[in-house]
């Protein structure tokens, strides 16, 4: 499983005409069952995604393509996590 961080950058005024191919981006990694949540990071830091099915390689060639990074309207870091425990609910993220 894996947290993406995207957070806002030096070309944080080009999100307003970037954001509907930045929402595509998202919807395309939701439909595809990679994102299973995404979300903002509070205060107006940027946003957070929780992926998984997905490889290391893979899922960094899915970021370079969302049109936020390639333009550097926010800088991705993605982390690896082993889950070791979790809530009955997410049982299918362990998996």
Not at 46 to 66: C, F, M, W, Y
């Amino acid at each position: 499983m894996y947290i993406v961080l995207l957070k806002f950058a030096a070309n944080k005024e080009k999100a307003g005409p970037l954001m509907e191919g930045h929402k595509q981006w998202l919807q395309r990694g939701f439909d595809d069952g990679v994102f299973v949540l995404s979300g903002s990071l509070q205060p107006n830091l940027g946003g957070g995604i929780v992926a998984h099915n997905t490889s290391l390689p893979a899922l960094q060639e899915r970021v370079k393509a969302d049109p936020f990074v390639a333009e550097q309207v926010v800088s991705a870091e993605i982390l690896e996590l082993t889950p070791g425990r979790s809530d009955e609910r997410l049982k299918f993220l362990a998996a």
